[in-house]
C-alpha cells in the first residue's frame, strides 16, 4: 500500500497528525521535491519568515533583530522505503509508537521543526529553519553542503542545532565517515578451464579475512567516547555463470573518531589493506563535540532541563560536521531512537515527538 501525498501540510496540526504527514510523503534521496514543494507552501503561508529555495532545499528565517541567529536544521530524505510507509500508529496517548519509514531519521524531527518555525513569532534569538535534501547518499549531493557552497549567507549563525535523533539526550559532534573501493584483477577464462584464468573474487578473500580481523577503536574526544567501525559493505564482480571473473571490487566503509582527519583515516584504511589497490571515492570529516562552548552549554542546561538526557558522542556522521567547518558550534538532539536509523522497524515514541518540541520550543522562548 502506497500513502497519497496530502494536498498541504497543515503547520498547526498535532504534532503526531503532522509527523505522519510528512512521513507518508515518499522522499528517498533523489525524489525529495513533492515534499519540499509541501514544505515550501506551508511555511510562505507564514508572514514572520522570509522563505528561500535552492533546488529542493527550503530555509525559512525570522528577521526580529535579535543579538544573535541560531540555525535548526533537518534532511527531508531517507533511505527506501521497504513496504512501511505509510506510517501506523500503535497504543494510545503518550504511550503511543509511530511506525514507518523516516519516523526516525528524520522525519520526527522535521515535524517538529516545521511546527515551532509556525507557532514561534517572537523568539528570543533569529532563526533559520532549515530543510534540505540528499542527507543519505553521497556527501558530494548533500543539499546542506550545497546551500555551503552557493549561499554561505543563508547559513550566517551563531550556534546550530541539527534535529538528528538523539533519544532524548543530546549528542556532541559526529564520527567521520570514509568509503572506498578495493580493487581486484585477475584473468577471464571458462569455468570448465579454471587453471588458464586466475579468479578476481577468490583474490577478494585476503581482503575479507583482514576486515573480519580488525579490532576498532574506542576513541575519547573531549569527554565524549566514539566508537569507530571498518567493514565490507559492497561485493561485486563477475560477468557470467560460466566464466571465472577478472574484476572484483570491495566496497569498505570506515567511521572514525572526529579526532581523526580524512587524510588520517585514509591513511589507516590503506596500512590496513597494504599491497591493494584502494580507491577512496567519498569521505567527510567528523566533528568534535564543542559542549564547552557557552552557546552549546546553554543549549544543554535548557534542553535536558526538558529531557532529562546525558551528553554522548554521535557515533554516525551529521550536518554538525558542516557547520563546524564554518566555525558555527553545532549540537545533535531530536526524537528517536538512532540504533532504528535506517531499520525495517523503524519506530518513534510519541511521547518523544513532544518532548523534543517542549525543549526546543524552552530554548527558543526563554
Same mark, same amino acid.
Given at each position: 500500500?502506497?500513502?497519497?501525498?496530502?494536498?498541504?501540510?497543515?503547520?498547526?496540526?498535532?504534532? $503526531?497528525?503532522?509527523?505522519?504527514?510528512?512521513?507518508?510523503?515518499?522522499?528517498?534521496?533523489?525524489?525529495?521535491?513533492?515534499? +519540499?514543494?509541501?514544505?515550501?507552501?506551508?511555511?510562505?503561508?507564514?508572514?514572520?519568515?522570509?522563505?528561500?529555495?535552492?533546488?529542493?532545499? $527550503?530555509?525559512?528565517? !525570522?528577521?526580529?533583530?535579535?543579538?544573535?541567529?541560531?540555525?535548526?536544521?533537518? &534532511?527531508?530524505?531517507? #533511505?527506501?522505503?521497504?513496504?512501511? #510507509?505509510?506510517?501506523?500508529?500503535?497504543?494510545?496517548?503518550?504511550?503511543?509508537?509511530?511506525? /514507518?519509514?523516516?519516523?526516525?531519521?528524520?522525519?520526527?524531527? $522535521? +515535524?517538529?521543526?516545521?511546527?515551532?518555525?509556525?507557532?514561534?513569532?517572537?523568539?528570543?534569538?533569529?532563526?533559520?529553519?532549515?530543510?534540505?535534501?540528499?542527507?543519505?547518499?553521497?556527501?558530494?549531493?548533500?543539499?546542506?553542503?550545497?546551500?555551503?557552497?552557493? &549561499?554561505?549567507?543563508?547559513?550566517?549563525?551563531?550556534?546550530?542545532?541539527?534535529?538528528?535523533?538523539?533519544?532524548?539526550?543530546?549528542?556532541?559532534?559526529?564520527? /567521520?565517515?570514509?568509503?572506498?573501493?578495493?580493487?581486484?584483477?585477475?584473468?577471464?577464462?571458462?569455468?570448465?578451464?579454471?587453471?588458464?584464468?586466475?579468479?578476481?573474487?577468490?583474490?577478494?578473500?585476503? #581482503?575479507?579475512?583482514?576486515?573480519?580481523?580488525?579490532?576498532?577503536?574506542?576513541?575519547?574526544?573531549?569527554?565524549?567516547?566514539?566508537?569507530?567501525?571498518? @567493514?565490507?559493505?559492497?561485493?561485486?564482480?563477475?560477468?557470467? +555463470?560460466?566464466?571465472?571473473?577478472?574484476?572484483?571490487?570491495? !566496497?569498505? @566503509?570506515?567511521?572514525?573518531?572526529?579526532?581523526?582527519?580524512?587524510?588520517?583515516?585514509?591513511?589507516?584504511?590503506?596500512?590496513?589493506?597494504?599491497?591493494?589497490?584502494?580507491?577512496?571515492?567519498?569521505? =567527510?570529516?567528523?566533528?568534535?563535540?564543542?559542549?564547552?562552548?557557552? =552557546?552549546? =552549554?546553554?543549549?544543554?542546561?535548557?534542553?535536558?532541563?526538558?529531557? /532529562?538526557?546525558?551528553?554522548?558522542?554521535?557515533?554516525?556522521?551529521?550536518?554538525?560536521?558542516?557547520?563546524?567547518?564554518?566555525?558555527?558550534? =553545532?549540537? @545533535?538532539?531530536?526524537?528517536?531512537?538512532?540504533?532504528?536509523?535506517?531499520?525495517?522497524?523503524?519506530?518513534?515514541?510519541?511521547?518523544?515527538?513532544?518532548?523534543?518540541?517542549?525543549?526546543?520550543?524552552?530554548?527558543? !522562548?526563554?
Amino acid at each position: 500500500m502506497t500513502a497519497t501525498p496530502p494536498a498541504a501540510l497543515d503547520l498547526r496540526a498535532d504534532l $503526531v497528525t503532522l509527523t505522519r504527514a510528512v512521513c507518508d510523503v515518499p522522499s528517498e534521496s533523489g525524489d525529495e521535491t513533492v515534499l +519540499a514543494d509541501l514544505v515550501e507552501a506551508a511555511l510562505r503561508a507564514y508572514p514572520h519568515l522570509e522563505v528561500l529555495r535552492d533546488g529542493d532545499t $527550503v530555509v525559512a528565517r !525570522t528577521h526580529l533583530g535579535r543579538p544573535s541567529r541560531v540555525c535548526v536544521a533537518g &534532511h527531508l530524505d531517507t #533511505v527506501p522505503i521497504v513496504d512501511n #510507509v505509510p506510517t501506523r500508529l500503535e497504543g494510545d496517548g503518550d504511550d503511543a509508537v509511530l511506525w /514507518g519509514r523516516g519516523t526516525v531519521d528524520m522525519k520526527a524531527g $522535521v +515535524a517538529v521543526q516545521l511546527a515551532l518555525a509556525a507557532e514561534l513569532t517572537d523568539p528570543v534569538h533569529d532563526v533559520t529553519w532549515v530543510f534540505y535534501d540528499h542527507e543519505e547518499v553521497a556527501a558530494d549531493l548533500n543539499g546542506l553542503g550545497r546551500v555551503v557552497r552557493e &549561499h554561505p549567507e543563508w547559513l550566517a549563525c551563531d550556534f546550530a542545532v541539527l534535529c538528528e535523533p538523539t533519544d532524548g539526550g543530546l549528542e556532541g559532534g559526529c564520527n /567521520g565517515t570514509l568509503r572506498a573501493e578495493v580493487r581486484l584483477t585477475g584473468v577471464a577464462a571458462h569455468s570448465a578451464r579454471a587453471w588458464m584464468g586466475r579468479n578476481a573474487i577468490h583474490a577478494a578473500g585476503e #581482503v575479507l579475512r583482514r576486515l573480519e580481523a580488525y579490532e576498532p577503536a574506542h576513541v575519547e574526544v573531549d569527554g565524549l567516547t566514539y566508537r569507530e567501525s571498518l @567493514n565490507a559493505v559492497l561485493v561485486s564482480g563477475g560477468t557470467a +555463470a560460466n566464466v571465472i571473473p577478472d574484476a572484483c571490487v570491495v !566496497t569498505v @566503509n570506515y567511521r572514525f573518531a572526529p579526532s581523526k582527519d580524512v587524510e588520517q583515516a585514509t591513511r589507516h584504511v590503506r596500512d590496513l589493506l597494504d599491497g591493494y589497490d584502494v580507491v577512496v571515492t567519498d569521505a =567527510a570529516p567528523g566533528a568534535r563535540p564543542g559542549l564547552d562552548h557557552p =552557546a552549546a =552549554a546553554a543549549f544543554a542546561d535548557v534542553v535536558l532541563a526538558v529531557t /532529562g538526557g546525558v551528553p554522548a558522542a554521535k557515533l554516525g556522521w551529521t550536518d554538525v560536521a558542516r557547520f563546524t567547518a564554518l566555525g558555527v558550534p =553545532a549540537v @545533535n538532539f531530536g526524537p528517536g531512537d538512532p540504533l532504528l536509523a535506517h531499520k525495517d522497524d523503524e519506530r518513534c515514541p510519541v511521547e518523544q515527538i513532544r518532548t523534543s518540541h517542549a525543549a526546543l520550543r524552552a530554548w527558543l !522562548t526563554t
